[in-house]
């Protein structure tokens, strides 16, 4: 049994956990390979609204077995916070949680790090959600990260070195800190003692033999990736469906359908190029219909037109065999919607991703009628406007996938099959 993926081809942001969600009913398990608490995955049903950070989208599904794998690092402060609130809310997550013995811990000094070495670019600071991530991967390619299946070693001194580590090469920071949280790290260590810590890659490959349905949830975006996103204002791991391999410990030969998501229009948090932002009257309007605001920082997004240059290098990179868009609603009000399928560089006009996107860009815009259509309540494609139809039909035509899916509303209910 084949493995699909889902991941998004932009930023992050694209809509994941809602997808992921909506998905969960035609598989057997959800696994998520990379990243870690900068996700916010953000999930919509009975009018209640759910972000998860750690733990995969397909834990509301009783019967949906869910992964952590190798390739995520976790923190264990943040997990048991996510644990709580499920708990809360009646959700058994002991009986369809499992974690992957090889995923990594983040320990408090590793945050203290991110937030050091984000300081210290001044400038040129690259927009770190500060959950220390990248000191984290940092360690795990280092050779000397803590990871789950040590909970059941020597922890205690393993922990210990890390963190004197740690204290050595924050020396080299003008930065004051102290170590609040400890007590609640460990506190979070006890939590994920409650789990079964599995050999996730022996799992998976079990699960595929007995025909069970995989679908892999990918995090951040594309256009993060650490070897092909906008270096260096990028993420710490593979966020391409190569990743997803490593990830989880699968050959590329497992890999089945490839969802890629992606939204009506382009968003980004933080800092780096984004070569069709607006910012104008039309970026703010973006940023207040869509309720652009980072589900894991709080941060505004950036907004900006569709570009279509960076979605077709995206759906090159990972394979993509259907497309999903969202926040298709938030284009309601336009009258006119434009889509850059182009790049101006200098005096030359190209159709791919520079190696430096710090240099200047100038979009090159196709101008779409806007449907001018409330589309919140619709619930088949049969009642798309037809502008709408044009607009899926251009990009389709463009991209050369077929869109599958399209999301016209934050709820289970507003995602629309084609």
């Not at 020396?171 to 003692?193: P, V």
């Not at 391409?240 to 939204?263: D, H, L, N, R, Y």
């Not at 309007?285 to 290098?313: H, I």
């Amino acid at each position: 049994m084949k493995i699909d993926v889902l991941l998004g081809l932009q930023w992050g942001d694209e809509g994941k956990g809602k997808v992921v969600d909506v998905l969960t009913p035609e598989y057997d398990v959800i696994t998520r390979f990379q990243g870690g608490p900068n996700a916010g995955h953000t999930l919509e049903f009975n009018n209640i609204k759910h972000i998860l950070h750690n733990i995969p989208s397909g834990i509301f599904r009783e019967n949906t077995l869910n992964i952590i794998s190798n390739g995520v690092v976790l923190d264990p402060i943040v997990f048991q916070q996510e644990v709580e609130k499920l708990e809360s809310m009646g959700v058994d997550i002991t009986k369809n949680l499992v974690i992957s013995n090889k995923a990594h811990l983040i320990i408090p000094t590793h945050r203290i790090l991110d937030a050091a070495s984000e300081a210290a670019k001044g400038k040129s600071k690259i927009g770190s959600t500060l959950k220390g991530i990248g000191p984290t991967y940092m360690d795990k390619t280092g050779r000397n990260g803590l990871r789950v299946g040590d909970l059941e070693l020597d922890f205690k001194s393993k922990y210990t070195a890390l963190k004197e580590k740690h204290l050595n090469l924050l020396k080299i920071y003008d930065y004051a800190f102290t170590i609040e949280d400890e007590e609640k790290f460990f506190e979070g260590i006890d939590a994920l003692r409650r789990f079964q810590f599995v050999d996730s890659e022996y799992l998976i490959h079990s699960l595929r033999e007995n025909k069970k349905k995989i679908l892999a949830e990918g995090a951040q975006g594309t256009l993060l990736d650490i070897d092909f996103g906008s270096y260096p204002f990028v993420t710490s791991s593979n966020t391409i469906c190569a990743g997803a391999c490593t990830g989880m410990g699968v050959a590329p030969s497992a890999i089945g359908e490839v969802f890629g998501i992606f939204k009506a229009y382009c968003t980004r948090v933080g800092s780096g190029p984004f070569p069709t932002e607006l910012l104008n009257d039309e970026g703010d309007q973006l940023r207040n219909l869509g309720n652009e605001f980072g589900s894991t920082t709080g941060r505004p997004r950036r907004c900006g037109w569709m570009d279509l240059v960076a979605l077709k290098y995206s759906i090159m990179l990972n394979g993509v065999t259907q497309l999903i868009m969202t926040k298709t609603d938030v284009l309601d009000s336009f009258s006119a919607i434009k889509v850059a399928t182009a790049y101006k560089v200098g005096d030359e006009i190209s159709d791919r991703v520079p190696y430096s996107m710090d240099e200047k860009i100038e979009p090159v815009y196709t101008e779409l009628p806007g449907w001018n259509t409330d589309l919140t309540g619709v619930r088949h494609k049969a009642q798309f406007p037809k502008e709408l139809t044009g607009y899926i039909r251009f990009l389709e035509k463009e991209l050369k996938v077929p869109v599958k899916y399209v999301s016209v509303g934050p709820d289970r209910e507003q995602i629309i099959a084609l």
